[in-house]
Every structure is written in C-alpha cells, then in structure tokens.
C-alpha cells in the first residue's frame, strides 16, 4: 500500500472568527483541532499541520508544525503546496497527501479511503457533498508540488479550483443528511450549530 499523510490546514487569518487559531477554540470542552485530528488520525499514516507563526502553541498536539513555504499569507494553495514539499523533504516515501481544514469537526471516517478508492490514475481525487465540491478536502500525488509551485511563482495563481482543473480529478460525494459532512465553523455561530450537532 501506498503511504499517505494527513495535512492539516490551520495557516489562515480566520477573520470572520474574529482572528486568532480558529482550530483552537473550543468544541464540546476540546480544541477544534482535537476532533479533527480524532477523524483522520486513524485513517493515514502520519498528521503533520501547517500553520504560521509559533509552532510552539501546538505543542499539546505532538504534530510536526510547518509553515508556509511560499510568502504572503496566499491562501489554502499555499498550506497545500507547504505540505507537499514538506513531505518531498522529510518523508519522501510518502505518495499522497489528503488535506483537510482544522475548522471541520465532523469529517467522515472513510474519507481517505473512499477518495483512494475513487482516485485510480487521476492526479487528485475531491470530496464533494450536496453538489458542491471541497477542493481543500482531497487526495493529492504529492509529486504535484513543482506544478503548483511554478504556478503560484510565475502565474500568481491562487485560486485552488484553476489549478486542479489543469490536472485529472476525480470527485466522490457524500450524503448531507442528517448533516453535512464536510460542515465547517467559520463564523461563532457555526461553533453554536456544531455544539448542537455534537450533542
């Protein structure tokens, strides 16, 4: 079997939550991070997060800490493309990465091996649920990295949905009853929802 990492995707500004690490704020008396983590951690083979600043602030969690490789706080391509060198570097027997956000408590627990199983020959394989696709949420060949990196560089791309529409992709759905699946909190009243969902 392939090897597969876990990217955790935590390097944003989480402006509509008021700034700061959206993932640490608290869901059911745990991090944000804590549950995802919980989803996915038996589903690959090791979690790394990507996040900026002092990686120190997660220490509580054992994850290696990486933070973007490319400058300017330039979006969920960034954190994706972070992962993939990351891996490159450290774990090069490591294939493919599945990405997920840390504000996404609820993800499902055969989401790596349902895109695996759907991925076949295509580059990159994309969670979808309630007809709408979760481009963060995906499988990756992690020999992408020159391609997004040449892109990001000379194009500016930054627009995740441009980028993986120039490589084969394969999208697996997920019902959305009795919730979406792939429901995230952006906002404090999403932590409201998700507390009830919780309970």
Do not use: Y
């Not at 980028?163 to 979406?180: K, L, N, Y």
């Amino acid at each position: 079997m392939a090897e597969i990492a876990g990217l955790l995707l935590a390097g944003g500004g989480s402006r509509r939550m008021g700034g700061g690490d959206k993932c640490l704020r608290p869901l059911g008396g745990r991090p944000l991070l804590a549950h995802v983590i919980e989803r996915l951690e038996g589903q690959v083979d090791e979690l790394v997060l990507n996040a900026n600043g002092d990686g120190a602030r997660f220490a509580a969690f054992g994850l290696p800490v990486v933070a973007d490789s490319f400058p300017g706080q330039a979006g969920p391509l960034a954190g994706i493309l972070t992962g993939m060198e990351w891996l490159r570097a450290e774990r090069p027997e490591v294939t493919m990465m599945l990405s997920v956000p840390t504000d996404g408590p609820f993800l499902p627990l055969d989401l790596c091996a349902r895109l695996m199983a759907a991925k076949g020959a295509a580059r990159i394989a994309c969670a979808r649920s309630g007809g709408r696709s979760h481009p963060p949420i995906s499988l990756w060949d992690v020999d992408l990295a020159d391609d997004l990196r040449r892109a990001m560089r000379d194009e500016e791309m930054r627009k995740i949905d441009l980028w993986t529409a120039r490589h084969a992709m394969v999208h697996v759905e997920w019902p959305v009853e009795p919730f979406d699946p792939f429901f995230n909190a952006n906002r404090p009243e999403d932590l409201q929802r998700a507390e009830a969902l919780l309970a």
